[in-house]
């Protein structure tokens, strides 16, 4: 469990965090979303210590990362995977880490397999490709089999094959019952990655949602199929719908959710054959949530 409680940063005159509260859960994944600047790697540096705040706390399972005696155990992180010393080989690299932390050369070599860098555990971390580093990061930050992680941007520069790969690991680790937040600019990877997100902008909590609620939040009609087209539209109508009949004879109405259509349909004894609910993507519903507080934008250009 990852506990921000009114969180401030400031760097000089940048307010970078600004009295952020919000929880990570165990078992599912969540995402930490928000424009370029909006303070998430501040956040996620405050949390693993590696900046103090200024006022307010991150804690991990409720103690600052200061106080936590064994941190490799309690919490993983992949931050930044290039700042790797590249003349060691990748099982080196891994039980430097590991001895220093009291770790054993068997836990290396499992966290090297789950990785998929067995292969190549011999070879200098200097010739790894981006990809290959990613996953090294990923394995020291498995090596203390810690219940909680912390991801910034994980899947920049990554080939699909190493997206994907990416996406299922988070997936398993959350599944075990960890804690597991990433960060990320872009909804439309987290929409398929986290169960739950939270938005921020200009160090601010915008929103904090399951993927699920969002949907629902951002539905913006429901199509519904009926023998009983115009019957049924005025019975809406009557409730305060908006009802226009799509080109193949469907209605799309407005303004009541699919439950409130149903039970309408029911009450005027009118047979619905499909309901579905239509949102924005949730890439426009991001883009709307942040559009305050997006730090550079470029000018539209006129067609
Ligand atoms: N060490 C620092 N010194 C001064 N300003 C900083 C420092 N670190 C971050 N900032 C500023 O704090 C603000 C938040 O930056 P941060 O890197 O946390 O945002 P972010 O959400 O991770 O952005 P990005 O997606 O671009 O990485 C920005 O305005 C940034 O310029």
Request: glycine share 12%.
């Amino acid at each position: 469990m990852i506990e921000i409680r009114e969180l401030t940063k400031r760097y000089g005159d940048t307010l970078a965090v600004d009295g952020l509260s919000f929880h990570v859960r165990p078992g599912c994944v969540t995402g930490f979303l928000g424009p370029n600047g909006a303070g998430k790697s501040t956040t996620m540096r405050t949390i693993l210590g590696l900046d103090a705040p200024t006022s307010g706390a991150a804690l991990v399972n409720g103690k600052r990362y200061a106080d936590i005696t064994r941190p490799m155990t309690e919490v993983g992180s992949l931050l930044d995977a290039g700042a790797v010393h590249g003349g060691r080989s990748a099982f080196n690299h891994l039980y430097c880490l590991a001895r220093s932390n009291g770790i054993g050369k068997t836990r290396v070599r499992a966290v090297l397999e789950r990785v998929g860098l067995s292969g190549v555990a011999n070879k200098r971390v200097g010739g790894f490709s981006l990809g290959m580093k990613q996953r090294l990061g990923i394995a020291t930050a498995l090596l203390g089999d810690p219940g909680t992680f912390l991801f910034d941007e994980p899947i920049n520069g990554l080939d699909p094959e190493g997206i994907r790969w990416i996406r299922d690991l988070m997936r398993s680790l959350s599944v075990e019952g960890r804690t597991v937040l990433v960060s990320s600019h872009l909804m439309s990877e987290m929409a398929v990655t986290a169960d739950h997100i939270v938005v921020i902008g200009r160090g601010k909590l915008i929103t904090e949602a399951s993927i699920a609620d969002l949907n629902a939040r951002f539905q913006r009609d429901v199509l519904v199929r009926t023998p009983h087209g115009p019957e049924l539209a005025h019975a809406l109508e009557a409730k305060g719908a908006t009802v226009q009949r799509e080109p193949d004879g469907r209605l799309a109405v407005g303004g009541l959710d699919a439950e409130a259509i149903g039970g309408i349909a029911l009450a005027a004894r009118l047979a619905v054959h499909e309901l579905t609910p239509r949102s924005d993507t949730l890439e426009d519903a991001y883009l709307k949530l942040t559009n305050d507080s997006t730090e550079y934008r470029a000018e539209r250009v006129a067609p």
